[in-house]
């Protein structure tokens, strides 16, 4: 008799259905991996456009500010450190964003220095 026995048929789909199933968790683990990064990318270039904002005002001092972006970002918090260094006219500033994914808190830092008479 040719063919297959039941045994053989059980077990080629067990080893489908073991494979299917690592197969979808590998593809539901690429999907929130994805997210992290999309989110990391928006938080890095927020950052990046707070700094700019920031190197334009004129009323700059040492200390902290923080707030939220506008929409479509409104998920994003900022705040921005500006501090001292021990070398004179040189100052440290820090933009820290902020938001929640899965039920934590990521966050994005960009750090520079500024050579300047005021902060």
Known sequence: MKGFTLIEIMI????????FVVLLGLKNRDIVI??????????????????AFFSLD????V??????????YQEYKWAIAINETPFPKIYEWSVDVLWNEQNREEKVMVTTYINSDKP
């Open 12 to 19: 080629s789909l067990a080893i489908l259905g073991i494979s």
């Open 34 to 51: 994805s997210s992290e990064a999309n989110h990391i990318v928006v938080a890095t270039l927020l950052a990046r456009e707070r700094m």
């Open 58 to 61: 004129t009323d700059k001092e």
């Open 63 to 72: 200390g902290e500010r923080q707030g939220t972006f506008e929409e479509p």
